[in-house]
């Protein structure tokens, strides 16, 4: 693979994000009319993606500053270079880590949530469901190196990997906390907590929106371990190189198993989630909720 190769993008697919992925399923590469987009690295603007020193890994980071919230352009970036990773039978196992310090992400990115139409929302939540499922069923070995803050939709990403690795950082916190938005997690979102931590203690942390130090997300299981913060990608490095060992049919066919039945809830009923996302995130009550939340953090610095 080219690693170094100058990306063309499309310059239709940079105004409309979602026709990139349809593009990127007949060749999105393609020079004709495009833009360039990076000359250093495989990856894109807001993700980065470089090759390990271990043949058949690639470390992929999110860097969407200030806090990687998850936009429409990083949920877009982020499932056209998985897809990439995928397609190119040399790489097995992904390391999903932030560029920003002390943020690993900070979930969704509530400006695409509040104050906007119900066409926008639908089109957000769809690359929402896109980025979980495309994550969630990814063939590939994916560690989360957690180097930061993880709330919400930050720790719904972090759960759809297969091994997490955390900073050993009581400033930095990982959970579900929707309901202190005064939002519901949707069924899909509480699915793959409870897969992980299972159904008592989930129960618990997503009424309370708990958001869960270090330590206590390693007892209660959300996390696999903790580092000290410089060893979070090494640590997540050397997980995978464990990994690896496996042979890849058995691990993929198993990993398919534990979680078909989990993504099948979803795909299932995708419109209808949509639908009832748009209904929910429009209600005046709602988008109240979002506003105070979101002027309580822009006046934290006040
Ligand atoms: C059916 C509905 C289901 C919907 C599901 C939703 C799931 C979600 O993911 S909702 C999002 C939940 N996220 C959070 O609650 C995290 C909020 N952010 C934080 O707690 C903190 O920002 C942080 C711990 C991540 C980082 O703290 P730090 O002190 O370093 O930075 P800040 O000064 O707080 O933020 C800097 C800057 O970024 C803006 N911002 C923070 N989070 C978000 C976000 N999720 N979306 C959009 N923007 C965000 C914050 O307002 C600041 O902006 P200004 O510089 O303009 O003040």
Known sequence: MALTAVVRIPTRALLRPWARLRDSALGWMEPVGGVEVSTQRFGSQRVLVEPASAAGVAVMTFKNPPVNSLSLELLTELVINLEKLENDKTFRGVVLTSDCPGIFSAGLDLTEICGRNPAHYAEYWKAVQEMWLRLYLSNLMLVAAINGACPAGGCLMSLTCDYRVM??????????????????????????????????????????????????????????????????????LSVLAQWMAIPDHARQLTKNMMRKPTADGLLKKRDEDIQNFVSFISRDSIQKSLQMYLAKLRQKKG
Do not use: C
Not at 188 to 193: E, G, H, I, V
Not at 198 to 218: D, I, Y
């Open 167 to 236: 900073a050993d950082n009581p400033k930095y916190a990982i959970g579900l906390n929707e309901t202190l938005l005064g939002i519901v997690a949707p069924f899909w979102f509480k699915d793959t907590l409870v897969n992980t931590i299972g159904h008592r203690a989930s129960e618990r942390a997503l009424q309370l929106g708990l958001l869960f130090p270090p330590t206590e997300a390693l007892q209660v299981g959300m996390v696999d371990r903790l580092v000290p913060e410089d060893q979070v990608q090494s640590t997540a």
